[in-house]
């Protein structure tokens, strides 16, 4: 059984910052590219960053610069690190690896 288990999402104020992590069980982990997705109410679901199995990075333009995505093999876990928050990045962030999702976690970012 595939479980993604989002954490760390939280209100954080307009230029902080927030970690979230996906805890990843039931997949080989190592062998997958690793997804981080945004989703506004009523909009689109959103590619914000991917990490292959070897390591290369990919970013939303939106989020170049501001996000770091990394991962740890030993622990199952794939980390999105947010910086320079401001009130567009507001969403429900999701974690999505082979075609599975977490259930998501909401990051606000509100003054």
């Known amino acids: 059984q595939v479980q993604l288990v989002e954490s760390g999402g939280g209100l954080v104020q307009p230029g902080g910052s927030l970690r979230l992590s996906c805890a990843a069980s039931?997949?080989?982990?190592?062998?997958?590219?690793m997804r981080w997705y945004r989703q506004v109410p009523g909009k689109q679901r959103d590619l914000v960053a991917v990490i292959t199995p070897g390591g290369s990075t990919n970013y939303a333009d939106s989020v170049k610069g501001r996000f770091a995505i990394s991962r740890d093999n030993a622990k199952n876990t794939v980390y999105l690190q947010m910086n320079s928050l401001q009130p567009e990045d507001t969403a429900v962030y999701y974690c999505?690896?082979?075609?599975?999702w977490g259930q998501g976690t909401q990051v606000t970012v509100s003054s």
């Open positions: 039931g997949i080989s982990f190592s062998r997958y590219a």
């Open positions: 999505y690896a082979q075609t599975y």
